[in-house]
């Protein structure tokens, strides 16, 4: 049994449809990712499976449990806002502890599970500060750790780290998901960030326009893009129509599958090879982006090349060069 199913879920803002028929199954531990861009749908279907909007037809179930209509706190899940909405007048600890009610949670016992969480977190000497006096990044950890406090049966995230910088970004991404292994809590995260979501999620969920475009773990999105739309969401990829090489079909090819040699007669008559000429180049750090010009004189494409292997060719504008395109670096799109 699905930890979470929904079931043909339907949402409409007067209208505007914004999502058609969404169903999918979601496993216990599991971390996914919505993802796609902006007005795809994705943020409105967390909001259903939080409570926060409730769908026009479809339900939503936890276990053997229908919770399409209730409300947030029945349903025992943790969420995190992309602002992180922490209480200015309160303390980190009593952040923390915000939700946690009832004669079972004295303010002893309270303490001690906020001290708990900002251990786990990494942030022990924080518990009598204040959020204003906290950095962008660990305004994220205290969200998340108030988000646990409860032991939540479902972690819902909303862009949770689309506020901070590039790098800190990177460094919360890794101790989010170590966090997650660790506590063993389902996480559902939306993001519109294809490589956070590369990073991050067992499964990928990539929607667009209010419908689910493919689900998969993300080598599959990555390697085997079952459309155009998800192919080139997903990373980056050349689109080509060949037809003396794929009976008339367009294919897509990753910028790195392409490789690039000297435009040599025996590199040329190598299978699935061309003459093209490369344009420009732009350093990405450890390798270098190649903009090439087929000999139609207008189909662009691009290819990645390591570093140290354009230095050593001694690659430069306006030159020809040879690629090769292999039948197995192929994405066969329609």
Not at 94 to 99: A, E, F, R, S, V
Request: one cysteine or more; glycine letters at 6%.
């Amino acid at each position: 049994m699905s930890f979470i199913s929904i079931d043909h879920v339907i949402k409409d803002y007067e209208e505007y449809r914004a999502l058609h028929g969404i169903s999918l199954s979601i496993d216990r531990g599991e971390f996914i990712c919505f993802l796609g861009p902006s007005g795809c749908g994705k943020t409105t279907l967390l909001n259903i499976i939080a409570g926060l909007h409730f769908p026009e037809q479809g339900k939503v179930m936890c276990l053997d449990e229908d919770i399409t209509y209730l409300t947030p706190a029945k349903r025992k899940f943790g969420i995190v806002f992309q602002n992180y909405a922490l209480f200015p007048n309160l303390t980190v600890s009593d952040n923390i502890t915000y939700g946690l009610r009832g004669k079972e949670w004295h303010k002893a016992k309270r303490n001690e599970r906020a001290d708990e969480l900002l251990s786990l977190i990494g942030l022990p000497h924080i518990a009598q500060r204040y959020p204003v006096e906290l950095s962008g990044g660990q305004q994220q950890r205290v969200a998340l750790a108030r988000a646990i406090a409860n032991n939540p049966r479902l972690l819902l995230l909303d862009e949770p780290l689309s506020a901070l910088d590039a790098k800190v970004r990177v460094t919360l991404r890794n101790e989010l998901k170590i966090l997650q292994r660790k506590l063993g809590i389902t996480v559902v995260m939306v993001t519109h960030d294809q490589e956070e979501a590369m990073a991050l999620a067992d499964r990928i969920v990539v929607m667009n326009e209010g419908r689910i475009e493919q689900i998969g773990r993300p080598e599959s999105l990555y390697l085997a893009p079952e459309n155009r739309f998800v192919g080139e969401f997903i990373g980056s990829m050349n689109i080509l129509s060949t037809p003396q090489w794929a009976q008339g079909k367009t294919i897509g090819v990753r910028y790195e599958q392409i490789q690039v040699r000297p435009a040599t007669e025996e590199n040329l008559l190598q299978p699935y090879s061309l003459v093209v000429r490369m344009m420009s180049w732009h350093l990405m750090g450890a390798f270098y982006r190649l903009e090439l010009l087929m000999s139609d004189q207008s189909t662009q494409l691009y290819a990645d090349v390591p570093y140290q292997y354009f230095q050593d060719n001694q690659l430069s504008e306006h030159t020809l060069v040879a690629i090769t395109i292999p039948p197995e670096s192929w994405c066969v799109l329609s």
